[in-house]
């Protein structure tokens, strides 16, 4: 992340607006998100997706969507 927040500032600099909306692209968005810790209580946190891991996501969501798929034929068969 700071590597892309130096290069942001460079570009800002020395950069001109085409170079500066590629780095921007590349910026990842900042979620809050929250966990249940082993004691019942939650803590909050902020992840970063970044557009480049929306590949594994669509990995998950089509495994999901077979699993579903199968699902509805076991019972269409029972």
């Known amino acids: 992340m700071a590597l892309l927040e130096s290069w942001k500032q460079y570009e800002l600099t020395y ?6 909306a590629n780095v921007e692209s ?11 810790l082993e004691d019942g209580s939650f803590e909050e946190y902020f ?6 891991d929306d590949d ?17 034929r076991m019972q269409a068969n029972q």
């Open 26 to 36: 590349l910026m990842p968005e900042v979620v809050k998100k929250r966990r249940r």
């Open 15 to 20: 950069g001109d607006e085409q170079s500066l």
């Open 47 to 52: 992840d970063y997706l970044f557009k480049d």
């Open 56 to 72: 594994g996501n669509q990995k998950t969501l089509s495994l999901l969507q077979k699993a579903e798929e199968w699902r509805r």
